[in-house]
């Protein structure tokens, strides 16, 4: 069992952060501090409150909870890829595949943060990872952001698309689920689901989110270009061998 982790191994201790409809003075820091107590956290500390907005306050707060939880009862979900340089990704398409694989990416609905679909996609890649467009046997589209269900659709089956890319960085109100769920259902109804590949990228998105989703995998923060790249390849050679 493991628990939070602040000045000694097992204290429980954890910060907080959130905001309040209230004008800031001592009174906000008092209903911060009995707000964090009636969540069950005890050793409530207030460290830091301010105004955030007229009629609003942001808070941090440090305390300690006695939950604990089983790490290792926990299943992984993380998606499960051979670790290979981009030279025997090439290799491995070109003798498992026989032919280029054609990928698009891009950032959907109406989220322009692209960093991480470039960072997967464009040739300079990430962290001295080349990105799939400099691979020999991938030919690849970055539609860029922006980009609605209804047009990744529309290009993925005018293009013969065999991946497609999506991520979403803004996930207020689970706009990266609906527009992602969006998506699916659209390729679902033109009847080219199974032909394609569907993966989702995003700072809150996880294997486990995208198979709930209705992907065929999903990627998070940290992500490898060839990460990606080898899931591709391996998962297209298995189609070509059904």
């Not at 198979?211 to 940290?222: H, K, Q, S, T």
């Amino acid at each position: 069992m493991i628990r939070p982790y602040g000045d000694t191994r097992d204290d429980g201790k954890v910060q907080l952060s959130f905001t309040l409809p209230i004008e800031w003075s001592e009174r906000a820091d008092e209903a911060a501090r009995r707000l964090a107590v009636s969540m069950g956290f005890r050793d409530v500390h207030v460290a830091e409150g301010r105004p955030a907005a007229q009629g609003f306050s942001f808070f941090v707060v440090y305390a300690s909870t006695a939950s604990a939880i089983d790490a290792e009862a926990i299943p992984s979900s993380a998606v499960e890829a051979p670790a290979m340089s981009m030279e025997q990704i090439d290799a491995f398409i070109r003798e498992r595949v026989g032919r280029t694989v054609r990928v698009a990416g891009a950032c959907i609905g109406t989220d322009a943060h692209t960093v991480g679909i470039d960072a997967i996609l464009n040739m300079k890649g990430y962290k001295g990872d080349y990105g799939l467009e400099r691979y020999a046997m991938f030919e690849v589209f970055n539609l860029g952001s922006q980009v609605s269900p209804e047009q990744l659709m529309r290009f993925a089956k005018e293009r013969d698309i065999d991946a497609l890319l999506v991520s979403q960085v803004v996930t207020q109100k689970q706009s990266d689920v609906k527009n992602f769920t969006a998506l699916s259902e659209l390729l679902e109804a033109e009847g080219i689901r199974d032909r394609i590949l569907l993966i989702c990228g995003g700072p809150r998105v996880t294997n486990l989110l995208a198979a709930e989703l209705g992907y065929d995998a999903g990627f998070g923060r940290g992500t490898l270009p060839s990460e990606v790249a080898a899931f591709i390849a391996t998962r297209m050679a298995s189609k070509e061998r059904a």
